[in-house]
């Protein structure tokens, strides 16, 4: 058997992870060959690879970032791309496909396998907000990163009496900011699931000052919304995905906070630096389990799922209820994040 491989839209710590367990269970196991599509669906389109063996992916496990490259590019971008695609495919006498990706890079291989390809999803996002499994690798990575930050910024904080707003990535979930802010003894934690009321933020900011406690942490997700009316914002601007390009709410809250309280605020903005560098031990096992999983299931012939952590067991779920909603955070989660806001 012949299997292609491909890492899509934003790059995450465990995917060389993923991508070198697949090839030394193929090769080594079942005796198949594994090629790499390079900028993710974009190779498949392009019929841009390179051979991948066992030999290739030597040190790859603690490697951070993607050897095949990334891209958000799928075959629905142009309007000969599902041929292209399918070509491609043929000339390399391919059965089975493995894509790893978040939302966007699973939900085009669940309709890439509706039109007939035989496709196998692997899961990965620092945001864990992929439906059907209780974690995506890269997800642990970016909270032990995030929460290092706000070790760090507590002591800045507490010598400057000051209010330090923490932003970390999270455009339609807060997993990583509840996480972290949990983890971190954050003040307050802002997440797209809640929106937040100004008022009352700052009066929780104020009660602390109150109680002879200047410095605060307050965690915000990238995705934190206003309720309507409590807070005038842009706009975001739109990319050539569709993608709402975020970033920079902490900096607009900080700004009306000091405004409101005459409390001194400052801002760090966590950005790409969560989703860079070399995984955890967690995500590495976790994405080892994910590409030993993946091609298995090539191999079995259980095309159109995608694998999944369910229960502490890797089981293999439909791509196309895998990517029906994203996952949020649980509001169990966030009542014992509620527990400690200020």
Not at 2 to 18: E, F, K, Q, S
Not at 136 to 146: I, Y
Not at 263 to 285: A, K, N, W, Y
Not at 294 to 323: C, N
Request: with cysteine; glycine share 12%.
């Amino acid at each position: 058997m012949r299997v292609g491989i491909l890492t899509g839209g934003g790059d995450c710590p465990g995917l060389n992870a993923v991508i070198r367990a697949v090839v030394r269970k193929a090769e080594r196991h079942y005796g198949h060959r594994v090629i790499g599509f390079l900028d993710g669906w974009r190779g498949v389109v392009e019929d841009d690879w390179r051979e991948l063996d066992v030999e290739s992916c030597r040190g790859l496990l603690p490697r951070g970032g993607t050897v095949l490259g990334t891209s958000r590019h799928t075959p629905f971008n142009l309007p000969d791309g599902m041929s292209r695609a399918a070509d491609t495919m043929r000339r390399h006498d391919l059965e089975a496909l493995i894509a790893i990706g978040g939302e966007g890079t699973l939900s085009c291989a669940a309709e890439v396998s509706d039109s007939g390809f035989n496709v196998i999803g692997v899961p990965k996002t620092i945001d864990n907000d992929v439906g059907f499994t209780e974690r995506t690798f890269g997800f642990d990575t970016a909270v032990a990163v995030a929460t290092e930050a706000i070790d760090r910024l507590h002591t800045t904080a507490e010598s400057h009496a000051r209010v330090m707003f923490v932003e970390v990535m999270g455009r339609h979930v807060g997993h990583i900011a509840t996480w972290a802010g949990i983890a971190g003894g954050a003040t307050y934690t802002l997440v797209p699931e809640e929106p937040f009321d100004l008022d009352e933020l700052c009066a929780a900011l104020l009660r602390r000052k109150a109680r002879g406690r200047y410095a605060s942490i307050v965690v915000v997700a990238e995705g934190a919304k206003p309720r309507p009316g409590s807070l005038e914002i842009a706009e975001p601007q739109v990319d050539a995905y569709g993608h709402e390009r975020l970033g920079g709410i902490a900096s607009v809250i900080a700004q009306e906070v000091e405004r409101r309280t005459e409390l001194e605020t400052r801002v760090t903005i966590l950005g790409h630096v969560q989703r860079g560098g070399s995984p955890t031990p967690f995500d590495r096992v976790l994405a080892t389990r994910f590409g030993v999983a993946a091609i298995d299931a090539a191999h079995a012939r259980d095309f159109g799922m995608m694998v999944a952590l369910r229960g502490g067991a890797i089981e293999l779920v439909a791509l196309r209820e895998a990517t029906a909603s994203l996952k949020p955070v649980s509001p169990e989660l966030l009542e014992v994040a509620h527990a400690f806001f200020a």
